[in-house]
């Protein structure tokens, strides 16, 4: 029987193969943590599929230090002023000894506003998951998954909307090969959205497939987390969620208190999945709502308290992260100011902010 296909799809940074195996490591090792799940091998059942679009990125990356004219041009061909144009080619030439820069502000920046970078990104998952989806046989049902970190959220988002509504290699996925569960944490595919109605895509949750792409859709964000609170994904519009929907509570939203701190990263993509708050509903979404008790998570969420930092560090982590102050802006200057102030005092604390590091 062909297991479950569970994806993992990074964010912004610089990515190598095998970027997920601390990930998988991570979800294998909670679920294994469980009695409710101990009758169900996680081997038996799923099995991992990693999502790497940094190649992308870093072609583009490399033409930001060499070809600065052309760059340039395309920035200002896709709605960048004059001076919004120069300023971003200015700070990609300071990033000497540290790109951080390069690898995480301008990835979001290259994702928004450079549809060709996109564009090829979306167009190469979608040939990978098709491609891992045609390899379950025609008479078994297809289950896979979805597991998305921050930019990769958006990239996910996007990528689905395409994959279930326009055609690649003649390919068109049907609604009954819709996902089981998508998970999204620190969520910022509204941000990036680059259209009008972004609750009118095909990326809802629905008990009926002609509704929705997925079965399931978790929400999962931390409350210091700055970059899902530019603009949150924590309300859906009413037309998003229909009474159907409702009932069967095909939405979760996972809202994290801002004690549970483990890691000045609050962003990190590890930070949220160790959480029981976070990987018990994916569990319960993946199998069934009864495999975990309400007993045993109770139970696990206070032994996750024993990990927490020491309530004066805590208190410090919310003085200090309460006040990068997302703002209402949606523009790259915002997305800027809010990815470096959070990056500078991570790092300021010693502590790899770098989801390429420290994830």
Not at 216 to 243: C, G, I, M, S
Not at 317 to 344: H, M, Y
Request: hydrophobic share 35%.
């Amino acid at each position: 029987m062909t297991r479950h296909q569970v994806f993992l799809v990074h964010g912004m940074g610089d990515f190598n193969d095998r970027w997920s195996a601390e990930i998988q490591k991570l979800l294998k090792e909670a679920y294994e943590s469980y009695e409710g799940t101990s009758h169900s091998p996680f081997d038996d059942l799923f099995e991992f599929r990693e999502i790497n679009y940094n190649k992308f990125f870093e072609e583009r990356r490399e033409a930001w230090k060499n070809k600065t004219e052309e760059i340039n041009l395309l920035l200002k061909s896709n709605g960048f002023s004059d001076k919004a144009a120069e300023k971003l080619m200015n700070l990609a030439g300071q990033t000497e000894g540290d790109d951080f820069f390069r690898t995480h502000v301008l990835d979001v920046i290259m994702y928004r506003y450079m549809p060709q970078v996109a564009e090829q990104i979306r167009r190469d998952i979608q040939l990978q998951i098709l491609e891992a989806l045609d390899e379950f046989p025609e008479n078994q049902s297809v289950k896979w998954s979805i597991v998305a970190h921050s930019l990769g959220t958006s990239v996910v988002h996007d990528t689905l909307h395409a994959v279930f509504t326009h055609r690649v290699n003649d390919k068109l996925l049907s609604r009954s090969d819709r996902l089981s569960v998508l998970l999204m944490v620190a969520n910022v595919s509204r941000l990036l959205w680059n259209d009008v109605d972004f609750y009118g895509t095909a990326v809802r949750p629905n008990p009926l497939p002609s509704k929705g792409i997925c079965k399931r859709y978790l929400n999962a964000q931390h409350t210091l987390d700055p970059f899902p609170r530019v603009k949150p994904f924590n309300k859906p519009a009413d037309k998003w969620l229909d009474e159907n929907a409702r009932l069967e509570k095909s939405y979760t939203h996972i809202q994290i208190p801002k004690v549970e701190v483990t890691d000045w990263n609050v962003h990190g993509f590890a930070h949220y999945l160790a959480n029981p708050r976070v990987h018990v509903p994916l569990f319960r979404s993946l199998l069934f709502d009864s495999a975990i008790s309400g007993s045993e998570k109770t139970e696990k969420q206070k032994e996750y308290k024993q990990s927490f930092l020491s309530e004066n560090v805590t208190q410090r982590v919310i003085e200090e992260l309460n006040a990068v102050k997302p703002g209402a802006r949606d523009d790259w200057e915002q997305l800027t100011e809010s990815i470096t102030t959070f990056r500078n005092i991570v790092l300021g604390k010693g502590i790899a902010a770098s989801e390429g590091e420290g994830r």
